[in-house]
């Protein structure tokens, strides 16, 4: 019970995450600023799928290094005079630099464009050229009157490995590093810095777990280019489309990324045409879901090196894992259905299929409500005839929502859950080891065990951020319900700072060196303290803090602004009655103000008491927009529906009862609901069930709706990804609805995937890509999209730009003005508008793992059914 209780103690006593991010390194000043750059960069290509898995991976390892050992020991030598911080903080610099290089360059939008217009130069008519350089380093044999290369060391001599290949010698640095502070090892000398050692043990263990990270995915890739160059040069359609696919998934390409990049090959150069491109994008879902099944490249690390104390393991069993699951991720894939495939295999390669086939039987897809998940382990296990403890059963679904919080996906239950159960000795007296805990179906008693021992190892830091969490909410509440309270916390704070016996103009003195330091602070760390490790106490601390486990997306940030309230407004009926929606408006304006925000606006608010003022007029809602829970104050109504779901049809009792005048699905409207998250779907399980018909295209679990981490009163929507079904966001007529990096709006046929890239003058350039290959640079000035080249504009219509985006086929309800881009400046974002006449012109995907901010008076497309955003 003492340890528990030290324990809990101590994640209060660690800095919660936004305080761990806003900590920096300030003596190795360069290598914080190179961690901010790569950090940065990783930033911005936040919504694009491409090469998911390598990004996440790079971010937790760099991470890990700038906020445990390297701050430990920037926390440290500053205290020391003599150490000089520019040769270790350069020797840092490089090796994070160098790793952020090839991010970069593996991130490159063109970079599988340029892999494949190399690996072209290869072909037949430059056969005789490419044998020329290969003489000494290839061996020819004559196959059927042609010359086929064997690679061995060729794709070296084309360049080809220089396509991925990563070429720092970190291990070599790592050697200089240790040299340069084995001064200030030496027990007797003048210069020694206490614990150093250990710092310096954890600080290269840390940039090596990074280097091999580096080198795994270093070696996939590299590998299959040289595939698809055995194919081009073979002249082998099917294993060159076979190799292509498998980069595809390789890289985390969905169908839409991996034909706009395919088609942006020339074809001149390497050989590839519709149909292949056509073949690769119907197959490619197969391929990810056997990616899914074998892990990523770092697969091997994160079973056999999953001890989590951040130590490697060397024992035989590791080896036998990681080579069987390095065997398994580099060579051709098998289906779930493939036992001939996986026998003879490892535990941890059919517990992993195991795993995923019994996601698979719970109807999840992309990803699955955190919740219902746990409950549908402990009710697995419940049906083998076993009965989980009452503490597993209510601690089991709080450890999931801290680690995972609202949902989880796939791939981290795949590649971050299951390789971190298992780890411990059974009752029989056996080592379970990593990845091996959750044979959820071949032994029930082992996964009960497994998941007991997963409480209890997270049971007492969860319970402590749960306690940390729930008072910062209140001190947040507090500030917005009395501002003058900041006054107060201000005063505590200066008398804390004054009760050290230190005035400011000490400070200033001992920052000018006029006064010297004392002696205590010099001393550096107690001769009797502990020597510093990275234990698996400390890491699992630090994995909360950070939420490394957590993959969605909110594209939330703390100062974004809501743009609605918006209106809905038809296009597709009389002149007449489309001026009675919209009002006046003026000839330069790119949109319509929402008839309830211009009222509040022409009335005169004080500033005394706004929030009275906008009592007075009326306007409820938006008066306590920023002052209640998203739980509370979300609403939702449902306006359409198809006719064969009418309510009265017996068809759906969810169509029949919030059909009905007033019903909502609040927890207002509906008794007993519960706070956020709700799903939503045609499984019992959820929430609110949607009792359609799959043939409707709604999916067992559909979408949910959850609280915003960045902005507690404001709910966003998270599609839980199904092959069969889709969701999405109505884009309101004549108003600005924000798009980001990734985003995809649908308009009839085509599909247009939105690029935001960081200018050299900081701000965020905007284009606009299609599965056809084409790339639309917007100007900053805005531009419009629609069928023909010219473009007119009609009565009642906003302003839009003289800048269009033409498109000459696929034309089909396409208006000649069918979206208009806006920048921004001052808030350095891109609005799109729509100006189609249809109801449903224009549609902004959801796409699974990424959480949507939702605004009142936004409309919801969830399968068959509109669903509009209201505010209770």
């Known amino acids: 019970k003492r340890q528990s209780a030290d324990q809990a103690r101590s994640i209060q006593a660690v800095p919660m995450p936004e305080q761990v991010a806003s900590r920096g390194l300030d003596f190795f000043i360069n290598a914080e600023l190179a961690y901010q750059r790569s950090r940065s960069y990783a930033q911005s290509l936040h919504g694009d799928g491409a090469l998911l898995s390598l990004r996440e991976t790079l971010c937790h390892a760099l991470d890990f290094v700038h906020n445990l050992p390297l701050q430990m020991m920037n926390d440290t030598l500053k205290r020391y005079p ?17 790793v952020g290089d090839w ?22 008519s430059h056969r005789e050229r490419i044998a020329s350089r290969a003489q000494g380093a290839a061996r020819h044999e004559q196959v059927d009157g042609q010359m086929e290369v064997q690679f061995g060391n060729v794709s070296t001599d084309l360049d080809l490995e220089q396509m991925g290949r990563f070429t720092y010698p970190i291990p070599l640095k790592l050697r200089d590093l240790q040299a340069m502070v084995r001064p200030f090892m030496e027990a007797g000398s003048v210069h020694h810095v206490a614990g150093l050692d250990a710092m310096t043990s954890e600080l290269v263990r840390a940039l090596l777990r990074l280097f091999l990270i580096v080198r795994a995915w270093d070696d996939c890739l590299v590998s299959r280019i040289g595939r698809v160059a055995e194919g081009e040069v073979s002249n082998n359609a099917t294993a060159r489309t076979d190799a292509l696919l498998d980069l595809c998934a390789m890289c985390d390409l969905d169908v839409f990324q991996a034909a706009h990049r395919l088609n942006r090959i020339d074809r001149g150069i390497f050989k590839i045409t519709e149909m292949d491109i056509e073949n690769i994008c119907h197959k490619l879902p197969l391929f990810l879901d056997q990616r899914m099944l074998h892990g990523s490249a770092t697969a091997a690390m994160d079973h056999a090196l999953c001890g989590a104390s951040a130590s490697f ?42 795993g995923l086939r019994w996601w698979r039987k719970q109807g999840f897809s992309f990803a699955a409500p955190t919740g219902i998940l746990t409950g549908a382990l402990l009710t697995t296990v419940a049906d083998s005839g076993l009965r989980p403890e009452a503490r597993v059963s209510e601690m089991l679904p709080r450890v999931m929502d801290t680690l995972f919080g609202a949902q989880i996906t796939c791939r981290s239950f795949m590649n971050r859950l299951l390789p971190g159960l298992g780890g411990y000795v059974n009752r029989a007296g056996e080592e379970v080891p990593f990845g091996e805990g959750l044979p959820v179906h071949t032994q029930p008693a082992r996964c009960l065990e497994t998941l007991t021992a997963f409480v209890e190892k997270w049971h007492d830091l969860v319970h402590a951020a749960e306690e940390e969490v729930a008072a910062r909410a209140h001190r947040d509440r507090k500030k917005a319900e009395d501002p003058d309270d900041e006054v107060e916390l201000y005063d505590d704070f200066m008398t804390r ?10 400070v200033i003195e001992l920052l000018e060196g006029a006064k010297p330091l004392p002696k205590h602070v010099l001393q550096g760390l107690p001769r009797n303290a502990a020597r510093y490790r990275i234990d698996e106490n400390m890491l699992r601390r630090w994995e909360i ?27 597709d009926v009389e002149l007449e009655e489309i001026a009675k929606q919209i009002g006046p408006i003026s000839e330069v304006a790119w949109s319509i103000v929402n008839p309830d925000v211009a009222r509040v606006a022409a009335r005169r608010v004080t500033l005394v ?6 009592h007075d007029i009326g306007l409820d809602s938006l008066a306590s927009a920023n002052f209640s829970d998203a739980s509370d104050s979300l609403a939702l109504k449902l306006v359409d529906w198809p006719s064969e779901l009418s309510p009265q049809s017996a068809g759906s009792s969810f169509v029949r009862f919030f059909a009905q005048e007033g019903c ?9 609901l519960p706070p956020l998250p709700w799903t939503f779907g045609a499984d019992q399980r959820n929430t609110v069930v949607m009792d359609i018909d799959r043939r409707h295209g709604v999916a067992p679990f559909h979408c949910i709706f959850a609280r915003s981490r960045a902005q507690s009163h404001r709910a966003v929507v998270m599609a839980l990804g199904d092959p ?8 309101p007529k004549y108003q600005p609805l924000q798009v980001r990096n990734g985003d995809r709006l649908i308009c009839h046929q085509w599909t247009f995937q939105i690029r935001t890239e960081v200018g050299e003058d900081h701000r965020d350039r905007m284009s606009i890509l299609t599965d056809e290959g084409e790339v639309w640079e917007v100007p900053f000035e805005g531009c419009h999209l629609g069928a023909g080249s010219r473009s007119r504009k009609t009565d009642f219509q906003p302003f839009f730009p003289s800048a269009k985006f033409v498109l000459t086929h696929r034309l089909n309800n396409m208006a000649a003005v069918h979206l208009v881009f806006q920048y921004h400046p001052s808030m350095n974002r891109w609005a799109v508008i729509d100006h189609s006449p249809e109801p449903l012109g224009s549609l902004l995907a959801l796409r699974p793992g990424v959480s949507y901010p939702l605004s009142e008076g936004l409309r919801l497309k969830i399968g068959p059914l509109i669903l509009e955003v209201a505010r209770e």
């Open 664 to 672: 909502r699905a609040s927890r207002a409207g509906m008794r007993n």
């Open 103 to 124: 991010l970069i360059w593996l991130t490159q939008p063109d970079w599988l464009v340029d892999i494949a217009n190399r690996i072209g130069e290869l072909g037949p």
């Open 497 to 506: 700072i004054m009760a050290t016996g230190h005035s400011c103009q000490d």
């Open 545 to 571: 803090l950070t939420d490394k486990y957590q993959d969605d997306l909110d594209r939330l940030e703390n100062n974004s602004r809501d743009l609605g309230p918006y209106v809905h407004i038809r296009l």
């Open 313 to 354: 393991s060397s024992g035989a069993g590791a080896d036998r894992v990681a080579q069987d699951l390095i065997r398994h991720t580099t060579e051709r894939h098998h289906t779930l259905d493939d036992r001939a495939g996986l026998a003879g295999t490892s535990t941890v390669v059919a517990i992993r299929s195991e």
């Open 609 to 614: 008491d706004p929030l009275a003022d906008a």
């Open 724 to 731: 069969m079904s889709d969701s999405y966001v109505v884009c």
């Open 82 to 98: 003599f150490v000089d911080p520019a040769p270790l903080d350069a020797h840092v610099v490089e090796i994070i630099d160098a």
